[in-house]
Every structure is written in structure tokens, then in C-alpha cells.
């Protein structure tokens, strides 16, 4: 198995990789994915959501989507291009400390265009362009940055004002431009209907009229990829990054009340909480809010559970509060709230996402139970015909989506216990005794000859050191060289 940074890898993701046939750009298969940010999973049975409902029919669809831990927007956006866990990619979250770079992020900031915050993955647009291909890419998290020294061959600073309908016009140029020209892989994002989440929370019927209208973009891309002539060829993918839960002003943990926020510094916000305790304070935050509120969980960095993949990363802090679903960390009361939030275990429902598609690499009218969003990177990859990266997916979950299975990796056989010989050996050791016996009488007589001439008793005595420190001497000298054949 190959393993990325602490995170172990798909061990069959590893040996199918090899398998991905390569083509030349020409060639290569389109694919669009597309992110509604917090859509998640069961919106489409609130409305009628006919242009969903019409993909699903067209393609396939994956019931629950387990995402990645923490469930916020960063961090799953970078995993769905990467297959990685933030704990290998890096973005461990919408807020982040590095104390290695003794620097800080945050998703409102200008600090995300630094390209160190990113280069401990490489995502797929990247990927696509080595490979000989284009990529385009419409306001998707992280694409407007150069990441090991690349953009995407056409992009879209992000710009939230920009309207969908702009988005998905540039998109259709890329992909629609001259052969050299055109793109072959492209990511679209559009920010609802997880902003009027927040506001209105997930369980107003509000939202109903928001998940209706995200509905109506959709249609929109459809029509526009028709008229473009570009639909029925190109693989279409549609997900999200996170769910939506619905909160309460009456489920709030105050730490305040447990311990001095002069004793710590907290990065990131609820419902998961990075704390970084004063130096020499450690012990004395930790005991003060371990068991403090039956609604927050705390781990230390080396206790945080091993299914959430969510450990080994210098930018996760060294103590993590964790919120009950539904409940929020707070310092106080005086803390802006919402009515919806997200960013919980990614084990639970309401924080899964969307996955519908259709395409020619799909299956039609096929309902699958569960994936993994980082089984998407693999997907795409097959797609595109890429091999991709080490990842901690695995094409093999997915694979029932495909029109046509990938091939099935041929078992590895075991290896095989070293066979030892000993003819090798005994015919090493002759060949080194007769080479240090050739090399001692000649250089006994070349001694001899050089010598001055001396008492008999003290030739006696000197001639056989020698012969002894130089004979040593080639030991010592020879010795790795003797030991190397042998290993």
C-alpha cells in the first residue's frame, strides 16, 4: 500500500492506478463538476426539483455521501479535487493556524491565495494540465491560487457577486472553444443554497423556495450545455461539499463559563474548535473542560478518534472541542448567531451532501446506496483517463456508477521467502583469500626490497608487524565492500 503523508492509502486505488489506460489530449473525455454549496442530500424530495430528478433519470445517483471530517467548505471542496483527507491536503479548515509558518488562514482573508496554505496536495486541475490536458475552473475554493505553480489553464477570480448564469456562460466558452484551445475538465461552484441555510436554517419553509431556484440554475446549465451541442457528450457531475443542520439559540456551550479565555487562544469556529493552550497552561485547559458540558466533546491532538482521519496535521491544534449535533461552541452569548449551521461528524445524515450524474462514462437510471466523497477524485480520474495520485479513495466503491466496469486489478501475489545459495559465498571467500594472498606476497617483497638493511634480529622483528598492520589494513579497508555480498 502507498501511503501520503500520515494517512493510509487505498491499497487496490494503488495497484488500479497502473491500470488507467492514458490518451492523448485530442482524445480525452470532458467532465464538469459542479458544487451547490450545502445542499445536502434529501433537499431534492422538499420540491419537485425536476431538473435533478431528470439527471437522476439520465444518469445515476448515490443516496448518502459520507464526506470528510471536519464537514466545512474548505476542506471538503479540497478533498472532492484531491481525494484526500484534510489531514493529509492540509485545508484542515475554514480557519486555520500553521505554527510552522507561524501564520494564520482564514476563508475571509487574502491569506488564501498563499500557496503554501495548499501545496500539500495536488488537485485535479493540476493533474489534467501535466498530463496534456486543459482545465478551466468558475470560483471553485482554491482555484484562483497557484498551487505548485499552476492555474488552471482559464479561471474565474472569486467574486460572489458574480451571477451563476456568468459562471456557467464561461464555462460553456472553455469548453466549447477550438480544439487546442478548449478545455477538457472544468469546476463551477455556486454558494447556495448554504448561505440561506445559515440565515433561515435547513427546517424553514423558506427554504423551500431557495432549493427550488438552485433547481432552476441547474436547468439553466443543462439548456445552455444543449444549446452548445455539448450535453450529450460531456460527463456531468453534480454534488456538494457539506450538509445543513438546524440550530438553537437555547444549545450553546459557553466556555466562559468553564475557563479564562486568557489561558488559550481558540482557531476556527463552532462546532468544531481548535484550541491552543498558553505555554505551560495545557494541562490546566484541558481539565477545566473535559467533562465540563455533556454537549462538547474534547479531545487531545493524539486522542481525536482514528475514523475521522483528522490527527496527524501540524494545523490541527492540539485540543479539539467538538459540538453535539445541532449545539454551538461559543466563548459567550455575545457570539453572532445562526439558524443553520455545519461542520459536525461527517458520520451524521444531515451533514451529507448531494451526488447526482449523467454522461456517456455513466450508467442510466441507477441508484447507488453510498460512497465516499474521496472515491470521487478516483471516479474522475477513470473519466479522464488520468492516473491519479495516491489518494484515500477507491474506484472500486464506485465503479457500479460506470457504463463500463474499469478493469479489475489481477491479485498480487505473495511475495516470494529469498532463496540463499552458498556457492556464491564459498566462491567470494576463495576469490578474497587468494586476492589478500597475492597482495601479502607482494608486499612482502617490495618491503623486503626497500628495507634498509638491518640487524638480523631487528628484520625479524619488524618484517612480520608489518606484514600484520598492512594485512589488517586491507581487512578493515575491504570490509563493507565483503559484507555488502553477502547480505
Not at 466563548?331 to 451533514?351: D, E, I, K, V
Request: proline share 9%.
Amino acid at each position: 500500500c502507498v501511503t501520503m503523508g500520515p494517512s493510509r492509502l487505498s491499497p487496490l486505488l494503488c495497484v488500479s492506478a497502473l491500470l488507467l489506460p492514458l490518451v492523448s489530449p485530442m482524445t480525452r473525455p470532458k467532465l464538469l463538476l459542479v458544487s451547490f454549496d450545502g445542499f445536502r442530500w434529501d433537499y431534492i424530495n422538499r420540491v419537485p426539483a425536476t431538473n435533478f430528478h431528470a439527471l437522476m433519470k439520465e444518469g445515476v445517483q448515490v443516496e448518502q455521501v459520507e464526506n470528510i471530517y471536519i464537514t466545512k467548505t474548505f476542506p471538503n471542496h479540497y478533498s472532492l479535487v484531491t481525494g484526500l483527507y484534510a489531514e493529509t491536503h492540509g485545508i484542515v479548515a475554514n480557519e486555520m493556524y500553521d505554527p510552522a509558518l507561524n501564520l494564520s488562514f482564514s476563508m475571509e482573508t487574502d491569506s488564501v491565495y498563499d500557496p503554501r496554505w495548499w501545496d500539500d496536495a495536488v488537485p485535479l486541475w493540476v493533474s489534467v494540465q501535466k498530463a496534456g490536458g486543459r482545465s478551466g475552473a468558475a470560483m471553485w475554493p482554491g482555484s484562483d491560487v497557484k498551487i505548485h505553480g499552476t492555474y488552471p489553464n482559464r479561471y474565474l477570480p472569486y467574486n460572489a457577486s458574480v451571477p451563476f448564469e456568468t459562471r456557467v456562460q464561461r464555462v460553456i466558452e472553455w469548453f466549447s472553444a477550438p480544439k487546442e484551445e478548449a478545455v477538457d475538465f472544468a469546476v463551477l461552484y455556486w454558494e447556495e443554497p448554504d448561505e440561506s441555510g445559515h440565515l433561515l436554517g435547513p427546517e424553514s419553509p423558506l427554504m423551500d423556495g431557495i432549493i427550488a431556484d438552485v433547481d432552476k440554475k441547474l436547468g439553466f446549465l443543462r439548456t445552455e450545455l444543449r444549446k452548445a451541442g455539448l450535453y450529450e457528450n460531456l460527463n456531468l457531475i453534480v454534488t456538494s461539499d457539506h450538509g445543513m443542520t438546524q440550530m438553537s439559540n437555547e444549545k450553546m456551550v459557553e466556555l466562559d463559563e468553564y475557563v479564562s479565555r486568557d489561558l488559550y487562544t481558540w482557531v476556527d469556529k463552532s462546532p468544531v474548535v481548535g484550541i491552543i493552550p498558553n505555554e505551560g497552561k495545557f494541562e490546566e485547559v484541558y481539565s477545566k473542560l473535559l467533562d465540563a458540558n455533556p454537549y462538547m466533546a474534547v479531545y487531545k491532538k493524539e486522542d481525536i478518534p482514528v475514523r475521522y482521519h483528522y490527527q496527524h496535521h501540524l494545523r490541527i491544534m492540539p485540543i479539539l472541542l467538538e459540538a453535539q449535533e445541532g449545539y454551538s461552541i461559543v466563548q459567550n452569548r455575545t457570539a453572532p448567531f445562526m439558524l443553520g449551521n455545519h461542520g459536525y461528524n461527517n458520520s451524521l445524515r444531515s451533514m451529507h451532501p448531494i451526488f447526482v450524474a449523467r454522461g456517456p462514462a455513466f450508467r442510466q437510471d441507477f441508484v447507488q446506496p453510498s460512497m465516499q466523497s474521496v472515491d470521487l477524485y478516483p471516479l474522475m480520474c477513470h473519466i479522464l483517463s488520468l492516473r491519479p495520485l495516491p489518494h484515500n479513495g477507491s474506484l472500486f466503491r464506485v465503479k457500479d456508477l460506470l457504463s463500463e466496469a474499469p478493469p479489475t486489478p489481477a491479485p498480487s501475489a505473495p511475495p516470494k521467502p529469498p532463496s540463499y545459495s552458498y556457492a556464491p559465498v564459498i566462491g567470494s571467500m576463495i576469490s578474497i583469500v587468494m586476492v589478500v594472498g597475492f597482495l601479502i606476497f607482494y608486499i612482502k617483497e617490495v618491503t623486503i626490497k626497500q628495507l634498509p638493511a638491518l640487524p638480523r634480529g631487528s628484520k625479524e622483528m619488524s618484517q612480520p608487524l608489518l606484514q600484520e598492520d598492512l594485512y589488517l589494513h586491507f581487512l578493515e579497508t575491504h570490509r563493507g565492500c565483503v559484507s555488502v555480498r553477502h547480505i
